[in-house]
């Protein structure tokens, strides 16, 4: 029995701040340095205990200092400030999507991700994937591109990382209190929670929906911890990528099919759907379904799907996409075949893997998108390479997977010290100018002994923010003080702070720089030259080697002559990366190449001035061009990882060494190294613009969101007509393309000297007309077949032979003197195909 009884007592909010709970649900504040100032100024002290949430503030501030505050003239003054600003953010007509396209008043798009990084008070992210979603979606809402997103609402998150006195982590999973975290529980007109249901292997499984909201991104979350479902349902959306093999089908399940759901029944219908990553990819299922109830056939149903859907690929290893075998996909799918009117076999290609026999999320959001992309230039030829199978014997450089490079919100990652900065000396408003090279050339007119004592503010900063966690960590430890004391002791700001921070996977190779332990020893603990090196990430709590790193750079920073050389950081998450991204002066980055997407965690240190020294993989193969920052090993890949790992570890430690360290620390008669802040400022000139998501985004609208919407209501229009046409046309190939061939007529001689062929073939289209087909002649250099031709050439129909031969002929152009080969082709061609392959039905002259 207990002797107590509960109670909760509540703030009362003045009326002087009654909109301040209200303003507190929109992550906008979370971007904005007044808003941020604003909250800051009710508690410092309890804002940073409270880890920067605004409703845990409003919940555990006192009364008193409520009343105080609505009484503080200053304050207020701010409070109106703030609300005016918010005001004009959410209403103003004049965004860049507005001005550009006019004309699309029912444009929308509905952005899918398993995570979204948003802000730290809303803990459903879990590194790069989540937070390159959550700046996606805030710069959507800058420009004020028609977005939502849809995810889920974990009520465990990801984890909470610990080490523990041996170096190993310690996943910690706590629940928490959706009432004190800045999202809203989605109500109908009934004030009724909004539900939505889908059907499992003997059970549905029931969803409500919360809404979080970023500027003018709403950001849809499924929630299934609800009495409607079971015990073992309840916990679907518990923790982030946790569970087995069944869990994750499962969320994946209520993800895409759910997520759609979510949408109907919240009445948006959106333009296209964008799939970041493959974890949603079942959403396009759901479209399939949703197409043949409505009456349509399921190839129709499968062009009017793939018409509105967007894939962006982030994995450039097979490994690491989802796939279930058949016998799991069965038991989620088999009693469910009469919605999709096809066989199990139709239904299981859709996401077959050639290459292992599995289901591939990736296969099938390929497979039912007409656009798709990597998310760097080199990680889209990656991409070509690696699912090359899909598009069979057509060259990789035709096949259509295109790529956007990554980028961040420039606002989240820019310290307030850089903020007032770029707001004295830069011309205009860099709010509006995120993604304008010509307005970052500015960077030149800051002084250089400004930019250089504001970068020492943020070192300072991170020092003070890295000594408070050492010593509480120690403590927990049992660790002595002095040790703690000597650890802080090295902790300076005049010191070289390199950053190492991100997911510790073993293709990121973290412990690189720990391959010759003596030499690593002299460059940190050079007197006059000092460097301390920041390590912070998670490894998933099935990554066992992931973890072994994580140990074994813990054994390193406790060794005597490396303490407070190494630093290793607990629960890296969006607030301790701000504070590395503005206080180091260089970004580590060695992953083995070419397995790095994109990255960007390195393009966030040049917004606040910092460096990058990197590998030549992912976006900094694009970014760095040898005055902004340096690289490591050579641009090329090898068939020994460790012969690789040999070179690029000599590589760090000599550009180190001859370098950057004797770089950063010659100040010549200055208070700054010139050198060095010339480079700092080459860095930002050139990064800040490039690689921010405002580019980005607007790389989006452009290049697929835009084109995919007029492209879907082309062969939607006059009830679907071009989609019905298109079904029936590719029918019609499939049944004759096997009996295609090419036989060519007089053929050239092996030696020739004139730089002008003719080419004669005569084809055999067996019941298809020429105007099905474009043939085509390629002219390659011997020993560069992996390359682009040199050239392509169309060949003409002349005559006909019969009714189903043809005779073509052509010239095929030679720039110069040299071995080439030649090859014949016949593809399909359609007015109404949005890519050229993507019948994915090629023919080849055999020789």
């Known amino acids: 029995m207990s002797h107590f009884r509960k109670i909760t007592v509540r703030n009362e909010v003045p009326e002087e701040l009654k909109e301040l709970k209200d303003f507190s649900y929109n992550l906008w504040w979370g971007w904005q340095p007044k808003a941020l100032k ?19 503030l409003l919940k555990q501030i006192s009364q008193k200092e409520l009343n105080e505050k609505s009484n503080d003239p200053a304050f207020l003054s701010l409070f109106h400030e703030v609300m005016k600003d918010f005001n004009h953010y959410m209403t103003r007509k004049d965004t860049w999507f507005n001005t550009q396209h006019q004309d699309r008043d029912d444009f929308r798009v509905a952005y899918f991700s398993a995570e979204f990084g948003v802000h730290e008070s809303v803990p459903v992210y879990s590194g790069g994937l989540g937070i390159l979603a959550g700046d996606h979606c805030k710069s959507a809402s800058d420009l004020g591109v028609p977005l939502v997103g849809v995810g889920m609402m974990y009520k465990q998150g990801y984890f909470i990382q610990r080490i523990d006195e041996e170096g190993n982590q310690e996943n910690v999973f706590p629940t928490y209190d959706f009432e004190e975290i800045p999202v809203k529980l989605v109500l109908d007109g009934d004030n009724n929670p909004v539900k939505i249901s889908v059907v499992f292997p003997g ?13 003018r991104s709403n950001i849809y979350l499924l929630d299934t911890d609800i009495p409607e479902n079971l015990p073992e349902d309840r916990i679907v959306t518990s923790q982030l990528y946790g569970g087995d093999q069944n869990m ?28 970041n990553e493959g974890h949603s990819a079942f959403l396009a299922l759901e479209l399939i379904r949703e197409a043949i109830a409505g009456g349509h056939k399921p190839d129709v149903a499968r062009e009017l799907v793939s018409s509105q859907c967007i894939f962006t690929t982030h994995t450039p290893v097979p490994a690491g996409n989802d796939a279930f075998s058949e016998s799991m996909m069965h038991d989620y799918f088999g009693a469910q075949l009469e919605s999709y009117d096809i066989s199990w076999q139709q239904f299981f290609e859709l996401g077959k893997d050639l290459s292992t026999g599995l289901f591939s999320m990736t296969v099938l959001a390929l497979n039912c998108s007409k656009s798709s992309n990597g998310v760097s230039k080199l990680h ?64 030149d007119h800051i002084p250089s002994g400004a930019l250089w004592e504001t970068h020492l503010n943020r ?37 070289l702070f390199i950053g190492f921070a991100r997911r510790f996977a073993t293709y990121k190779r973290a412990t690189l720089i720990f391959r010759d332990e003596e030499r690593l020893k002299h460059i940190l603990n050079d007197k006059e030259k000092p460097a301390v090196l920041f390590f912070a990430g998670k490894a998933h709590p099935a990554d066992r080697p992931g973890q072994e790193l994580i140990r074994q750079i813990y054994e390193m920073s406790m060794k005597d002559a490396f303490l407070g050389k190494i630093i290793l950081l607990e629960n890296y998450n969006m607030s301790l990366a701000r504070y590395l991204v503005s206080g180091v002066d260089i970004w580590l980055n060695n992953p083995r190449r070419p397995r790095e997407a994109s990255g960007t965690s390195g393009q ?105 919407d007029a492209y879907a209501k082309t062969i939607r229009e006059d009830d679907n007509r071009g989609a019905v046409e298109l079904a029936e046309w590719k029918s ?52 560069f077949e992996d390359q682009e031709p040199v050239a392509i050439t169309e060949l003409k129909k002349q005559k006909s032979v019969t009714d189903d031969r043809y005779y073509y002929s052509g010239k095929l152009e030679i720039p110069k003197g040299g071995k080439y080969k030649y090859g014949i082709r016949v593809r399909p061609v359609h007015p109404l195909m949005k890519n050229p392959f993507e019948a994915r039905l090629i023919r080849w002259m055999e020789f």
Not at 43 to 52: C, K, S
Not at 206 to 214: G, K, L, P, V
Not at 476 to 494: E, L, Q, V
Not at 751 to 779: K, M, R, S, Y
Request: some cysteine; aromatic content about 10%.
């Open 248 to 275: 994750r089908i499962t969320q994946e399940i209520l993800l895409g099919i759910g997520g759609i759901r979510a949408l109907r029944a919240l009445d948006i219908q959106p333009s296209i759907y964008h799939m």
């Open 380 to 443: 889209g030829e990656v991409s070509r390479r690696l699912w090359s199978e899909i598009w069979k014997d057509i060259p990789d450089f035709e096949i259509p997977i295109t790529h956007i490079t990554n980028g961040v919100h420039t606002g989240t990652w820019m310290a307030k010290e850089f903020r007032q900065l770029y707001e004295q000396y830069l011309d205009g408003d860099w709010r509006e100018h995120n993604d304008d090279p010509e307005f970052w050339e500015g960077v």
């Open 459 to 495: 070192k300072a900063r991170l020092a003070e923010v890295v000594k408070d966690r050492i010593r509480k960590r120690n403590e927990r430890h049992g660790i002595p003080t002095h040790i703690s004391d000597k650890i802080c002791s090295n902790i300076n700001p005049d010191a």
């Open 604 to 708: 966030k240190v040049p917004v606040n001035g910092g460096i990058n020294f990197s590998v030549l993989d992912g976006w900094w193969r694009e970014g760095y061009n040898g005055k902004n920052g340096w690289s490591i090993g050579e641009e090329k890949e090898y068939e020994h990882q460790d012969i690789q790992d040999s070179e690029d570890a000599n590589s760090l430690y000599y550009t180190l060494e001859n370098s950057i360290i004797p770089e950063f620390f010659e100040h010549g008669d200055e208070q700054y190294p010139p050198a060095w802040v010339k480079r700092m400022k080459a860095s930002m000139k050139s990064v800040i613009p490039a690689f921010s998501t405002a580019r980005m985004v607007k790389d989006y609208v452009k290049k697929l969101y835009i084109p995919t």
């Open 38 to 56: 604003l909250f800051r100024q009710l508690a410092v002290d309890l804002w940073h205990e409270v880890e920067h949430n605004p409703l845990k």
């Open 203 to 215: 059970r549905s499984i029931y969803a409500q929906i919360w809404s979080m909201q970023a500027g």
């Open 732 to 783: 019609k190939l499939r049944k004759a393309w096997h009996k295609i061939w090419i036989t060519e007529v007089n053929p050239v001689d092996a030696f020739t000297n004139t730089l002008t062929i003719t080419l004669n073939t005569d084809i055999n289209l067996d019941g298809l007309e020429p105007d099905d087909v474009v043939v085509e002649a390629l002219l390659i250099r011997e020993g």
